[in-house]
Protein backbone atom coordinates (compact mmCIF):
# COMPACT_ATOMS: atom_id res chain seq x y z
CA UNK A 1 0.00 0.00 0.00
CA UNK A 2 1.07 3.88 -0.64
CA UNK A 3 -0.77 6.64 1.28
CA UNK A 4 -1.03 9.91 0.23
CA UNK A 5 -1.61 12.63 2.87
CA UNK A 6 -2.83 16.12 1.02
CA UNK A 7 -2.80 18.75 3.52
CA UNK A 8 -5.63 21.56 2.36
CA UNK A 9 -4.95 25.07 0.37
CA UNK A 10 -4.72 28.49 2.58
CA UNK A 11 -7.80 28.67 4.49
CA UNK A 12 -9.09 32.29 6.14
CA UNK A 13 -7.53 31.85 9.53
CA UNK A 14 -3.79 30.84 7.58
CA UNK A 15 -3.99 34.05 6.04
CA UNK A 16 -5.32 36.00 9.36
CA UNK A 17 -2.69 33.82 11.80
CA UNK A 18 -5.66 32.28 13.95
CA UNK A 19 -5.20 29.62 15.71
CA UNK A 20 -6.44 26.63 13.92
CA UNK A 21 -10.09 28.32 13.56
CA UNK A 22 -13.49 25.99 13.16
CA UNK A 23 -14.95 23.61 10.93
CA UNK A 24 -16.67 26.45 9.33
CA UNK A 25 -13.40 28.11 8.14
CA UNK A 26 -12.69 27.84 4.18
CA UNK A 27 -10.26 28.57 1.82
CA UNK A 28 -8.84 32.09 0.62
CA UNK A 29 -8.92 32.73 -3.38
CA UNK A 30 -5.36 31.62 -2.91
CA UNK A 31 -6.45 28.55 -1.18
CA UNK A 32 -8.53 27.81 -4.24
CA UNK A 33 -5.76 28.48 -6.49
CA UNK A 34 -3.08 25.99 -4.59
CA UNK A 35 -5.57 23.41 -4.92
CA UNK A 36 -6.55 23.76 -8.67
CA UNK A 37 -2.34 23.82 -8.63
CA UNK A 38 -2.61 20.58 -6.85
CA UNK A 39 -5.38 19.31 -8.81
CA UNK A 40 -3.02 19.55 -12.17
CA UNK A 41 0.01 17.48 -10.28
CA UNK A 42 -1.59 14.34 -9.20
CA UNK A 43 -4.29 12.94 -11.79
CA UNK A 44 -1.95 9.68 -12.13
CA UNK A 45 -1.99 9.59 -8.55
CA UNK A 46 -5.39 10.41 -7.91
CA UNK A 47 -6.30 7.64 -11.13
CA UNK A 48 -4.29 5.19 -8.62
CA UNK A 49 -6.20 5.53 -5.08
CA UNK A 50 -8.51 2.77 -3.98
CA UNK A 51 -9.38 4.52 -0.73
CA UNK A 52 -10.26 7.87 -0.18
CA UNK A 53 -10.55 9.85 2.81
CA UNK A 54 -11.78 13.63 4.12
CA UNK A 55 -11.79 15.53 6.93
CA UNK A 56 -15.42 16.73 7.15
CA UNK A 57 -14.20 20.27 8.16
CA UNK A 58 -14.90 22.85 5.32
CA UNK A 59 -11.09 23.79 4.39
CA UNK A 60 -10.74 20.05 4.10
CA UNK A 61 -14.16 19.40 1.67
CA UNK A 62 -13.19 22.67 -0.21
CA UNK A 63 -9.81 21.15 -1.04
CA UNK A 64 -11.48 17.77 -1.58
CA UNK A 65 -13.52 19.08 -4.10
CA UNK A 66 -11.11 20.68 -6.47
CA UNK A 67 -8.53 18.17 -6.16
CA UNK A 68 -10.62 14.91 -6.29
CA UNK A 69 -13.17 16.17 -7.99
CA UNK A 70 -15.08 13.62 -10.20
CA UNK A 71 -14.61 11.13 -7.44
CA UNK A 72 -15.67 12.99 -4.33
CA UNK A 73 -18.87 10.53 -4.50
CA UNK A 74 -16.51 7.73 -3.46
CA UNK A 75 -15.12 9.53 -0.57
CA UNK A 76 -15.30 8.85 3.29
CA UNK A 77 -15.51 12.19 5.54
CA UNK A 78 -14.87 10.69 8.27
CA UNK A 79 -14.43 13.30 11.60
CA UNK A 80 -10.96 11.58 13.19
CA UNK A 81 -9.43 13.39 10.64
CA UNK A 82 -10.44 16.70 11.58
CA UNK A 83 -7.72 19.52 13.27
CA UNK A 84 -7.77 19.83 17.03
CA UNK A 85 -10.97 21.39 18.22
CA UNK A 86 -9.68 25.03 20.22
CA UNK A 87 -12.74 25.79 21.34
CA UNK A 88 -12.88 29.21 22.54
CA UNK A 89 -9.34 29.78 21.50
CA UNK A 90 -10.41 29.45 17.98
CA UNK A 91 -10.31 33.13 17.42
CA UNK A 92 -7.30 33.90 18.82
CA UNK A 93 -3.89 35.19 16.70
CA UNK A 94 -1.79 32.32 16.86
CA UNK A 95 0.60 34.97 18.35
CA UNK A 96 -1.45 36.23 20.93
CA UNK A 97 -2.17 32.72 22.18
CA UNK A 98 1.41 31.59 22.15
CA UNK A 99 2.27 34.90 24.47
CA UNK A 100 -0.73 33.97 26.83
CA UNK A 101 0.52 30.63 27.02
CA UNK A 102 4.14 30.19 26.37
CA UNK A 103 4.29 26.54 28.35
CA UNK A 104 1.03 25.28 26.26
CA UNK A 105 2.50 22.70 23.90
CA UNK A 106 4.69 20.95 26.84
CA UNK A 107 1.96 19.08 28.19
CA UNK A 108 0.14 17.27 24.78
CA UNK A 109 -2.82 16.44 27.20
CA UNK A 110 -3.85 20.48 28.16
CA UNK A 111 -6.82 21.22 26.45
CA UNK A 112 -7.92 24.11 24.65
CA UNK A 113 -10.76 25.97 26.75
CA UNK A 114 -14.10 24.44 25.88
CA UNK A 115 -11.88 22.55 23.28
CA UNK A 116 -9.84 19.43 22.63
CA UNK A 117 -6.05 19.00 23.63
CA UNK A 118 -3.34 17.53 21.12
CA UNK A 119 -3.30 14.50 22.58
CA UNK A 120 -7.06 13.68 22.45
CA UNK A 121 -6.59 14.77 18.39
CA UNK A 122 -3.58 12.41 18.27
CA UNK A 123 -5.56 9.63 19.92
CA UNK A 124 -8.22 9.99 17.41
CA UNK A 125 -6.23 9.72 14.70
CA UNK A 126 -4.09 7.27 15.40
CA UNK A 127 -7.59 5.22 15.82
CA UNK A 128 -8.11 5.59 12.21
CA UNK A 129 -4.72 4.21 11.27
CA UNK A 130 -5.20 1.48 13.16
CA UNK A 131 -9.20 0.52 11.35
CA UNK A 132 -8.17 2.15 8.29
CA UNK A 133 -4.36 1.76 7.47
CA UNK A 134 -3.10 -1.08 9.14
CA UNK A 135 -5.63 -3.72 7.93
CA UNK A 136 -5.09 -2.70 4.80
CA UNK A 137 -0.86 -2.41 4.60
CA UNK A 138 0.08 -5.82 2.67
CA UNK A 139 -2.83 -4.69 0.10
CA UNK A 140 -1.43 -3.38 -3.25
CA UNK A 141 -3.09 0.30 -4.20
CA UNK A 142 -3.09 3.47 -2.96
CA UNK A 143 -5.28 5.37 0.13
CA UNK A 144 -5.31 8.81 -0.13
CA UNK A 145 -6.84 11.73 2.51
CA UNK A 146 -6.84 15.08 2.58
CA UNK A 147 -6.70 16.44 6.12
CA UNK A 148 -4.96 19.11 8.14
CA UNK A 149 -1.30 19.83 9.27
CA UNK A 150 -2.20 18.48 12.81
CA UNK A 151 -3.63 15.06 11.62
CA UNK A 152 -1.21 14.69 9.02
CA UNK A 153 1.73 14.87 11.51
CA UNK A 154 0.27 12.33 13.93
CA UNK A 155 -0.15 10.15 10.91
CA UNK A 156 3.60 10.00 9.55
CA UNK A 157 4.72 10.22 12.98
CA UNK A 158 2.58 6.91 14.03
CA UNK A 159 3.80 5.59 10.84
CA UNK A 160 7.34 5.65 10.61
CA UNK A 161 7.76 4.96 14.85
CA UNK A 162 8.47 8.99 15.52
CA UNK A 163 7.18 8.99 19.35
CA UNK A 164 4.20 11.69 19.60
CA UNK A 165 4.22 12.31 23.13
CA UNK A 166 7.99 13.20 23.12
CA UNK A 167 8.27 14.51 19.71
CA UNK A 168 5.07 16.34 18.76
CA UNK A 169 4.65 17.60 16.12
CA UNK A 170 7.63 16.16 14.32
CA UNK A 171 6.35 17.39 11.07
CA UNK A 172 4.94 20.38 9.42
CA UNK A 173 3.59 20.73 6.13
CA UNK A 174 3.02 23.29 4.00
CA UNK A 175 -0.90 24.11 2.86
CA UNK A 176 -1.81 22.29 -0.56
CA UNK A 177 1.30 19.72 -0.24
CA UNK A 178 1.19 16.13 -0.70
CA UNK A 179 3.23 13.76 1.29
CA UNK A 180 3.99 10.16 0.24
CA UNK A 181 4.28 6.84 2.33
CA UNK A 182 4.86 3.72 0.85
CA UNK A 183 4.50 0.18 2.89
CA UNK A 184 7.65 -1.87 2.06
CA UNK A 185 7.35 -5.75 2.77
CA UNK A 186 11.03 -6.10 2.84
CA UNK A 187 11.42 -4.36 5.73
CA UNK A 188 8.16 -4.47 7.45
CA UNK A 189 7.45 -0.76 7.88
CA UNK A 190 6.54 2.10 6.13
CA UNK A 191 8.90 4.59 4.37
CA UNK A 192 8.88 8.27 3.38
CA UNK A 193 8.68 8.63 -0.31
CA UNK A 194 7.88 12.53 0.30
CA UNK A 195 7.26 15.12 2.71
CA UNK A 196 4.81 18.53 2.09
CA UNK A 197 5.86 18.45 -1.66
Not at 125 to 134: H, L
Given at each position: MDIVLIRHGQSVANQKGLLISNDQDDLTENGVAQSHALAARIPVVLAEAR?????PWRRALSTA???????MPETQLDARLAE???GRHGTWLEKDFNTAFPDFYQDLGRRYDGGE??????????????????PRQHEPGLLMAVAHG??????LQYLLGVPIEERYPSFT???ASMSRLQWRADLGRFCLITAGA
Open positions: WLYCSEIVLGERTFPSHRDMAQRVCQWVQTEIVGPITVIVPN
